[in-house]
């Protein structure tokens, strides 16, 4: 489904999307939906049956669902129709994004056997120094990780990045600046506004990347067409050609 909304995105789908967005009114008035019909009937009933199955059988888990199910009952009424959107949100801001990074980042890494080398030298060492184990510690101390989470956007532009088409995740590293001009490189947006998940979606894509470096060496297949070409027709950021990788086991 999450796949659906993203990729099957038709000229329909957008029209009615832009409708939604900027004539709000009208679109409700005309009952103008700006997901696909099916995958919104999809996340209603799973919403509704997950609350109805907990709620009934008095299960509590520590998760998201959770603390909108509490909104619901508490003094701020959540309807269900606020609580599914909430859900929904969570599920398709959270996923597309990440996987779309990771995605992106495991075909420069197959790319580029030095930095790939240098990464997971870094998993290994940080890993040992933690008992083998993935913890939140050892993701904050892996800085070069996440360097090569490199992500679309103003860094992009050579009046503020030198070679800017390079994929040259020093250029974030310390010894540089860092991240030397602030509002020059936003992936995750800035303002009041900005990622709510920013540190989840960095943990996940660390988390998921840490698991194919350790076990893994990566290289881009000869299946994959490059240049990959960015996509204009999909929600989020997409190639037109896709991503096929070679894993040998370490
Ligand atoms: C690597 C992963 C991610 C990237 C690159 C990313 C990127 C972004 C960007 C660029 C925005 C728009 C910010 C703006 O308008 O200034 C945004 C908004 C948002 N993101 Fe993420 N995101 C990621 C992961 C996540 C995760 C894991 C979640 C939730 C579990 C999430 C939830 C949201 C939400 C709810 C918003 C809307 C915030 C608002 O309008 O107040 N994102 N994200």
Same mark, same amino acid.
């Not at 796949?3 to 957008?14: L, R, Y």
């Not at 009046?159 to 030397?180: A, H, S």
């Not at 881009?220 to 894993?247: A, W």
């Given at each position: 489904?999450?796949?659906?909304?993203?990729? /099957?995105?038709?000229?329909?789908?957008?029209?009615?999307? *832009? !409708?939604?967005?900027?004539?709000?009114?009208? *679109?409700?008035?005309? =009952?103008?939906? &700006?997901?696909?019909? $099916?995958?919104?009937?999809?996340?209603?009933?799973?919403? @509704?049956?997950?609350?109805?199955?907990?709620?009934? &059988?008095?299960? %509590?888990?520590?998760?998201?669902?959770?603390?909108?199910?509490?909104?619901?009952?508490?003094?701020?009424?959540?309807?269900?129709?606020?609580?599914?959107?909430?859900?929904? !949100?969570?599920?398709?801001?959270?996923?597309?994004?990440?996987?779309?990074?990771?995605?992106?980042?495991?075909?420069?890494?197959?790319?580029?056997?030095?930095?790939?080398?240098?990464?997971? +030298?870094?998993?290994?060492?940080?890993? #040992?120094? %933690?008992? &083998?184990?993935?913890?939140?510690?050892?993701?904050?101390?892996? @800085?070069?990780?996440?360097?090569?989470?490199?992500?679309? =956007?103003?860094?992009? +532009?050579?009046?503020?990045?030198?070679?800017?088409?390079?994929?040259?995740?020093?250029?974030?590293?310390?010894?540089? =600046?860092?991240?030397? %001009?602030?509002?020059?490189?936003?992936?995750? =947006? /800035?303002?009041?506004?900005?990622?709510? #998940?920013?540190?989840? #979606?960095?943990?996940?894509?660390?988390? #998921?990347?840490?698991?194919?470096?350790?076990?893994?060496?990566?290289?881009?297949?000869?299946?994959?067409?490059?240049?990959?070409?960015? $996509?204009? +027709?999909?929600?989020?950021? %997409?190639?037109?050609? @896709?991503?096929?990788?070679?894993? +040998?086991?370490?």
């Amino acid at each position: 489904m999450g796949k659906k909304v993203f990729q /099957e995105f038709n000229i329909w789908d957008q029209v009615n999307l *832009a !409708l939604t967005m900027y004539c709000p009114n009208l *679109a409700t008035k005309l =009952g103008i939906r &700006n997901i696909q019909k $099916d995958v919104s009937k999809f996340f209603f009933k799973s919403v @509704k049956d997950t609350v109805e199955y907990r709620e009934k &059988n008095n299960i %509590h888990r520590d998760d998201f669902l959770q603390l909108l199910m509490e909104l619901k009952n508490s003094e701020v009424k959540l309807s269900m129709n606020e609580l599914t959107a909430q859900a929904f !949100l969570f599920f398709l801001a959270g996923f597309g994004t990440s996987s779309t990074v990771t995605t992106q980042a495991l075909y420069e890494l197959g790319k580029n056997e030095e930095v790939q080398s240098r990464a997971r +030298d870094e998993i290994i060492e940080i890993l #040992g120094q %933690h008992d &083998n184990k993935i913890t939140y510690e050892s993701l904050a101390e892996m @800085k070069y990780l996440e360097q090569v989470i490199d992500v679309l =956007g103003l860094q992009h +532009d050579p009046d503020y990045w030198p070679d800017p088409l390079k994929w040259d995740p020093d250029r974030f590293g310390e010894e540089n =600046g860092g991240n030397k %001009h602030s509002f020059t490189y936003l992936p995750f =947006g /800035e303002g009041p506004r900005n990622c709510i #998940g920013m540190r989840f #979606g960095l943990m996940q894509t660390k988390i #998921g990347l840490i698991t194919v470096l350790k076990n893994f060496k990566v290289s881009v297949s000869p299946r994959t067409v490059t240049p990959l070409g960015m $996509d204009p +027709d999909t929600f989020l950021f %997409h190639t037109i050609n @896709k991503v096929y990788l070679n894993l +040998d086991k370490i």
